[in-house]
């Protein structure tokens, strides 16, 4: 895991979850959710986080599953008219 998060910005715990009660998943990041996971990939989700070993690598798995939503192109509110 050395070459994958090379500004280490896992170490800053970035993203979380939640689990509801009929198993569906909430993925957030800095506090915002950004991806629902329901059924069998929920289930393929929570499977891997009960098998990680600490919390890089569930940083890691959270970051692997919301995908690439961060490019740079969204807005800040001050930048709003």
Do not use: H
Request: overall charge positive.
């Amino acid at each position: 895991m050395g070459n994958i998060d090379k500004r280490n910005r896992l170490n800053e715990s970035p993203f979380s979850y939640r689990v509801n009660k009929d198993n569906t998943v909430f993925l957030e990041y800095e506090g915002k959710q950004v991806k629902i996971l329901k059924g069998k990939d929920a289930e393929k989700f929570l499977s891997k986080i009960n098998s990680a070993t600490n919390a890089k690598e569930i940083q890691l798995i959270l970051a692997k599953i919301t995908g690439n939503f961060k490019r740079g192109n969204e807005r800040n509110k001050s930048n709003k008219v």
